[in-house]
């Protein structure tokens, strides 16, 4: 299996508009951040993680000529307004790309891309999704097992994804302590740490940290990261075994 992180940015995305801070004005590529996703490759075919408001750059930076499921974690803009991108696929592919999330997220996407869901004119000129609601059961690709498993973002349930024994799970601020064994030895966790300052419904630096001791991941890689953070610092100063993920990187696993 193959990762690709398409974004490692909070939802304004980094360099922020408008902001002259030392992190968005930095030279250093590590500190440009787009919207958090993440591209899954295993046996030829390709997954994403959400469908970020970058997805279309994300996409041609990274060679992603198709696309065969995405796994929706929650409906917040930043993971779900790629979704008008995914029609240039469509063309291709011709068939609807199936999708994965819970039931809120399905409305929420509903009312966002409301034409994608009623008659029009421009019938397969938009993108076509196939909505298919997860109910905690695995979820089989060839070899891969894709588990979905329930986070907390604030009031929000939201899902996490495990794929075999590799987990992405952001925007949380809560592991629930039914998911928390599900969590426990990965191979690989990919988890969010938004920000040295507490934040209601993300996790910050310290909280991440807290969470991944009890996990004890064999590697861990933080993402969904905003302004207030330099890689080259925070990297230096996050312990063993986590690291700052940055757009472009990838991982074998
Ligand atoms: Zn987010
Ligand atoms: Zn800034
Ligand atoms: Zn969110």
């Not at 008659?119 to 997860?134: F, I, N, R």
């Not at 590799?166 to 592991?175: G, R």
Request: proline share 6%; glycine share 6%.
């Amino acid at each position: 299996m193959k990762i690709t992180f398409l974004g490692t940015g909070a939802s304004p995305g980094i360099p922020m508009l408008g902001c002259e801070c030392s992190v968005c004005v930095s030279p250093n590529s590590k500190n440009k951040r787009l919207r958090a996703s993440i591209l899954v490759q295993n046996n030829g075919f390709n997954f994403l993680v959400d469908a970020s408001s970058d997805l279309r750059q994300q996409c041609l930076k990274n060679g992603v000529k198709n696309v065969d499921a995405i796994f929706f974690t929650h409906h917040h803009a930043d993971h779900i307004l790629g979704i008008e991108e995914l029609r240039a696929f469509y063309f291709f592919q011709k068939k609807a790309i199936p999708c994965y999330g819970n039931e809120e997220t399905f409305e929420e996407i509903k009312k966002t891309f409301h034409y994608i869901f009623q008659p029009t004119d421009y019938q397969g000129t938009v993108s076509q999704l196939d909505l298919l609601p997860v109910n905690g059961e695995p979820i089989n690709f060839s070899e891969l097992k894709i588990k979905p498993l329930e986070i907390d973002h604030g009031s929000l349930k939201i899902i996490g994804y495990k794929f075999n024994n590799v987990a992405y799970v952001t925007d949380c601020n809560n592991v629930p302590e039914k998911t928390e064994p599900e969590l426990k030895g990965l191979d690989l966790l990919i988890l969010n740490a938004l920000r040295y300052k507490p934040h209601t419904t993300h996790f910050n630096f310290e909280e991440a940290i807290k969470t991944v001791e009890r996990l004890k991941p064999k590697r861990v890689l933080f993402t969904h990261m905003n302004h207030e953070v330099d890689h080259e610092t925070a990297n230096k100063e996050v312990p063993a075994p986590i690291e700052l993920a940055y757009d472009g990187m990838t991982v074998e696993i």
